[in-house]
C-alpha cells in the first residue's frame, strides 16, 4: 500500500512538473485568466480622448516602451527604452529575417526530432513532417511556432549557435549595439536581450521587406504539413481591431513578461510601438492602444526642411557683411547645409513653437577654400534634444589672390588717391 502510494506520488508530482513547464516556457499562449474583451478597452480608450483636451502621457503599465516615427526614426514617447530586456518571441522577427535573406521560400523542409521537440508555443510540427520555407514562416510570426523556428534555424545554418551567429552579424550591420542573440525563439537566456529601441529600429528595418510585411500583416492564412492543411490565426490581438495596425509581433516568457511590437499608420503618420515587460496580455494590448492613440492626436508634422530653410536664408542676409576671407578674391560666400534626410517629422503640438533653429559659422576665412569646405555647423533642437544638425559648407571654390591681383587691386587704389589729389 506504501509502495503504491509512493508510486502515485511521483506520478502526481511528474504531472505537475509537466504542467508547470509548459508554463514556463510558454510563448504568446494566454492562461486562462488572461482573457479580456478588447472592445472595453477600446471604449475605455475612447472615452479617455474624447474627454481631456490637456496634453499628458498616459499610465503605462510595461516596464519599458518606446514610440518612434518610421519615416526619421524619431522617439516620439519611451521609458526605459535604452534599458536591456528580454524579449521573448519579439526575436522571431530577426529569425525571419535571416530566413527571408538567406533561402528560397519554395524550399522544402523536412522537420528534425529537435525541432520537433521544442517546447513553448508550437505550430505543432512531429518529427519527419515536410514544410515549406513559406510555410514554417507564416507558423513562426502568426502562430508563434518555437518549432518552426528551430526547424529554420537548422535549416538555414546547419545549428542553433551557427543561427544566432547570423543573427548577431545582422544586428551589428544595423546599429543594435545592445542586442544580442541566442535563440532562434527567444525562450528565456540571461546573454538574449534587446531594448525596445533597437528592437523598434529591428522592426522598421524588417517592416521594409515586402515578404516579411506580408506575412505579419496576415490575419488568417492556410499553410501545408505534409499535404494537409493547417489554419492559422495570427496572435497579434490588435491586428484587424485598432484602426490603422498592420502588424508585427507578440511575445510572451515568465522572464520577459507580456511584449508587442506594432506598427500602425493612419495618414501620412508611421509609427512602431513596443511595450516590453507588461504584467498581463491585457495590459500590454491596453498600453500599446494608449501609446499609439496618444501619438496620433497628440503629434502634428512640421516641415523642418522649410522652417531650416527660411532661418538660413534669414541669418544670411543679416551676416553678409560681416564675413571677411584672407586673401581671398572676394568676401563673397555661397554657403549651404547638408540636405535634411526626413523633410517633416511629427512634433508634439503644444511643443512646436519650441523649436529652435541655431546656425554657428567662422567669420574669418583663409583662401584658398575648396568647394565643400565645412565651415559651421546648423542644429534644429527641441527642448534641448537636437532634432537635427549639418554641416554648413561652401557651395564654390574660393581662390586665392595673386600677383596681378595684388598689382590690379594697387592701381585701383592709386588711381583713387591721385584724381582725388587732382580735384583739390
Same mark, same amino acid.
Given at each position: 500500500?506504501?509502495?503504491?502510494?509512493?508510486?502515485?506520488?511521483?506520478?502526481?508530482?511528474?504531472?505537475?512538473?509537466?504542467?508547470?513547464?509548459?508554463?514556463?516556457?510558454?510563448?504568446?499562449?494566454?492562461?486562462?485568466?488572461?482573457?479580456?474583451?478588447?472592445?472595453?478597452?477600446?471604449?475605455?480608450?475612447?472615452?479617455?480622448?474624447?474627454?481631456?483636451?490637456?496634453?499628458?502621457?498616459?499610465?503605462?503599465?510595461?516596464?519599458?516602451?518606446?514610440?518612434?516615427?518610421?519615416?526619421?526614426?524619431?522617439?516620439?514617447?519611451?521609458?526605459?527604452?535604452?534599458?536591456?530586456?528580454?524579449?521573448?518571441?519579439?526575436?522571431?522577427?530577426?529569425?525571419?529575417?535571416?530566413?527571408?535573406?538567406?533561402?528560397?521560400?519554395?524550399?522544402?523542409?523536412?522537420?528534425?526530432?529537435?525541432?520537433?521537440?521544442?517546447?513553448?508555443?508550437?505550430?505543432?510540427?512531429?518529427?519527419?513532417?515536410?514544410?515549406?520555407?513559406?510555410?514554417?514562416?507564416?507558423?513562426?510570426?502568426?502562430?508563434?511556432?518555437?518549432?518552426?523556428?528551430?526547424?529554420?534555424?537548422?535549416?538555414?545554418?546547419?545549428?542553433?549557435?551557427d543561427f544566432a551567429t547570423l543573427m548577431n552579424d545582422k544586428a551589428k550591420s544595423l546599429g543594435?549595439?545592445?542586442?544580442?542573440?541566442?535563440?532562434?525563439?527567444?525562450?528565456?537566456?540571461?546573454?538574449?536581450?534587446?531594448?525596445?529601441?533597437?528592437?523598434?529600429?529591428?522592426?522598421?528595418?524588417?517592416m521594409d521587406n515586402e515578404i516579411f510585411a506580408k506575412i505579419v500583416g496576415t490575419k488568417n492564412?492556410?499553410?501545408? =504539413?505534409?499535404?494537409?492543411?493547417?489554419?492559422? #490565426?495570427? +496572435?497579434? @490581438? !490588435?491586428? /484587424?481591431?485598432?484602426?490603422?495596425?498592420?502588424? &508585427?509581433?507578440?511575445?510572451?516568457?515568465?522572464?520577459?513578461?507580456?511584449?508587442?511590437?506594432?506598427?500602425?499608420?493612419?495618414?501620412?503618420?508611421?509609427?512602431?510601438?513596443?511595450?516590453?515587460?507588461?504584467?498581463?496580455?491585457?495590459?500590454?494590448?491596453?498600453?500599446?492602444?494608449?501609446?499609439?492613440?496618444?501619438?496620433?492626436?497628440?503629434?502634428?508634422?512640421?516641415?523642418?526642411?522649410?522652417?531650416?530653410?527660411?532661418?538660413?536664408?534669414?541669418?544670411?542676409?543679416?551676416?553678409?557683411?560681416?564675413?571677411?576671407?584672407?586673401?581671398?578674391?572676394?568676401?563673397?560666400?555661397?554657403?549651404?547645409?547638408?540636405?535634411?534626410?526626413?523633410?517633416?517629422?511629427?512634433?508634439?503640438?503644444?511643443?512646436?513653437?519650441?523649436?529652435?533653429?541655431?546656425?554657428?559659422?567662422?567669420?574669418?576665412?583663409?583662401?584658398? =577654400?575648396?568647394?565643400?569646405?565645412?565651415?559651421? #555647423?546648423? +542644429?534644429? @533642437? !527641441?527642448? /534641448?534634444?537636437?532634432?537635427?544638425?549639418?554641416? &554648413?559648407?561652401?557651395?564654390?571654390?574660393?581662390?586665392?589672390?595673386?600677383?596681378?591681383?595684388?598689382?590690379?587691386?594697387?592701381?585701383?587704389?592709386?588711381?583713387?588717391?591721385?584724381?582725388?589729389?587732382?580735384?583739390?
Amino acid at each position: 500500500m506504501k509502495l503504491f502510494q509512493i508510486y502515485y506520488k511521483i506520478i502526481f508530482l511528474f504531472f505537475i512538473f509537466i504542467f508547470m513547464s509548459g508554463y514556463v516556457f510558454a510563448d504568446d499562449l494566454s492562461p486562462s485568466d488572461d482573457t479580456f474583451d478588447i472592445s472595453e478597452i477600446l471604449g475605455d480608450i475612447e472615452s479617455i480622448k474624447t474627454n481631456s483636451d490637456i496634453i499628458q502621457m498616459p499610465t503605462i503599465n510595461s516596464r519599458a516602451y518606446v514610440v518612434i516615427d518610421r519615416n526619421s526614426n524619431t522617439i516620439l514617447a519611451g521609458k526605459n527604452e535604452h534599458q536591456k530586456k528580454k524579449m521573448a518571441s519579439t526575436t522571431k522577427i530577426m529569425t525571419s529575417l535571416i530566413v527571408i535573406e538567406h533561402t528560397d521560400l519554395s524550399d522544402m523542409v523536412e522537420i528534425s526530432k529537435k525541432a520537433a521537440n521544442t517546447g513553448g508555443s508550437r505550430l505543432g510540427l512531429k518529427s519527419g513532417d515536410k514544410i515549406t520555407v513559406c510555410d514554417l514562416l507564416y507558423g513562426l510570426m502568426m502562430r508563434s511556432g518555437n518549432d518552426a523556428a528551430v526547424a529554420l534555424a537548422e535549416y538555414v545554418a546547419g545549428s542553433i549557435n551557427d543561427f544566432a551567429t547570423l543573427m548577431n552579424d545582422k544586428a551589428k550591420s544595423l546599429g543594435l549595439s545592445n542586442t544580442h542573440f541566442v535563440t532562434p525563439h527567444g525562450l528565456d537566456e540571461d546573454e538574449h536581450y534587446t531594448t525596445a529601441y533597437e528592437l523598434a529600429i529591428l522592426s522598421n528595418y524588417a517592416m521594409d521587406n515586402e515578404i516579411f510585411a506580408k506575412i505579419v500583416g496576415t490575419k488568417n492564412y492556410t499553410i501545408t =504539413i505534409n499535404g494537409y492543411p493547417k489554419s492559422l #490565426t495570427n +496572435t497579434n @490581438e !490588435l491586428l /484587424g481591431t485598432l484602426n490603422g495596425v498592420y502588424g &508585427i509581433k507578440t511575445g510572451f516568457t515568465n522572464g520577459a513578461n507580456r511584449c508587442l511590437v506594432t506598427c500602425c499608420k493612419r495618414g501620412d503618420m508611421d509609427i512602431i510601438c513596443v511595450v516590453l515587460g507588461a504584467d498581463t496580455k491585457k495590459h500590454r494590448t491596453t498600453d500599446s492602444i494608449k501609446l499609439i492613440e496618444y501619438a496620433f492626436h497628440n503629434f502634428t508634422f512640421v516641415n523642418i526642411q522649410e522652417l531650416l530653410s527660411n532661418n538660413f536664408e534669414i541669418w544670411k542676409e543679416k551676416n553678409k557683411n560681416t564675413f571677411t576671407i584672407v586673401k581671398g578674391i572676394s568676401n563673397y560666400l555661397d554657403m549651404q547645409y547638408e540636405d535634411v534626410p526626413y523633410p517633416s517629422i511629427p512634433i508634439r503640438s503644444d511643443l512646436i513653437d519650441e523649436l529652435h533653429v541655431y546656425i554657428n559659422c567662422e567669420s574669418t576665412l583663409n583662401a584658398p =577654400i575648396s568647394k565643400g569646405t565645412p565651415i559651421g #555647423t546648423i +542644429t534644429l @533642437e !527641441l527642448e /534641448g534634444k537636437t532634432i537635427y544638425s549639418g554641416n &554648413i559648407f561652401i557651395n564654390t571654390d574660393i581662390e586665392q589672390k595673386n600677383i596681378f591681383d595684388y598689382l590690379c587691386y594697387f592701381y585701383q587704389n592709386f588711381s583713387n588717391i591721385f584724381n582725388t589729389i587732382l580735384q583739390i
